[in-house]
């Protein structure tokens, strides 16, 4: 079993649409968690951290459930510039490492 | 602002040969990783170093080699070259662990093994 398991994907939605996706993590220990978006042949970038409460940056909701070790991120009014593959990450209190899943990919339709 | 460099971009080597491929950070941190991705896959941890003169493996070592000898360099050398190591590879960067600390990736580098 994957360490972090993602959706592949594609999701294909239309401009304007919210879509989310799921990530689940089999390492309990893990204590930290994040979103990165990769751009076509790009390298990932930072794209939010997700904290326990839920947090909310503009258009994007990430939200954690520890019991059921599963994140998620939420995006709203979907733009184009917003295709791109979505990667979960997690990493263990004492991380030197993190631990990618392989990512969702997005395509936002015009 | 140059943030994490990698050099070369794209290189095509035959298989048995070796080579380095060239990191660089200018931003100060102490943490610095080499990273593989494969088609359709997350990221691979292939070694890691917490600052100058400290390496670690990570969940692929195998087939590799790197030095700290300062912050600002994290060079990784493949040696004999295998088609499993075609694959894009990625240096990144934090300030301290990764776990609360924003991570930056180079740009890439594309190596195909032939």
């Known amino acids: 079993r994957k360490e972090v398991e993602q959706d592949p994907g594609p999701f294909n939605v239309p401009e304007g649409a919210t879509v989310a996706f799921n990530c689940t993590y089999s390492n309990s220990a893990s204590q930290s968690f994040f979103w990165y978006r990769q751009d076509c042949r790009k390298e990932p970038k930072l794209l939010m951290s997700v904290y326990s409460s839920g947090n909310e940056d503009g258009r994007f909701t990430a939200q954690l459930n520890r019991a059921s070790q599963y994140i998620s991120l939420l995006i709203r009014d979907s733009k184009l510039s917003d295709s791109a593959t979505y990667l979960c990450v997690a990493a263990p209190g004492s991380a030197r490492q993190l631990t990618f899943g392989s990512g969702t990919q997005l395509t936002v339709l015009p | 602002n140059a943030g994490v460099t990698q050099t070369p971009k794209f290189r095509i080597l035959k298989i048995g040969q070796s080579m380095t491929l060239q990191c660089t950070q200018d931003m100060n941190h102490n943490y610095m990783y080499w990273y593989r991705q494969d088609p359709g896959m997350g990221l691979k941890l292939i070694y890691y170093s917490v600052g100058a003169g400290i390496t670690d493996k990570g969940e692929v070592p195998n087939g590799y080699n790197v030095s700290r000898s300062t912050t600002e360099d994290f060079p990784l050398r493949l040696e004999l070259a295998a088609p499993s190591q075609t694959s894009v590879y990625f240096c990144?960067?934090?300030?301290?662990?990764?776990?609360?600390?924003?991570?930056?990736f180079g740009e890439g580098s594309w190596l195909t093994v032939v």
């Open positions: 990144a960067s934090s300030y301290s662990g990764p776990a609360g600390n924003t991570i930056y």
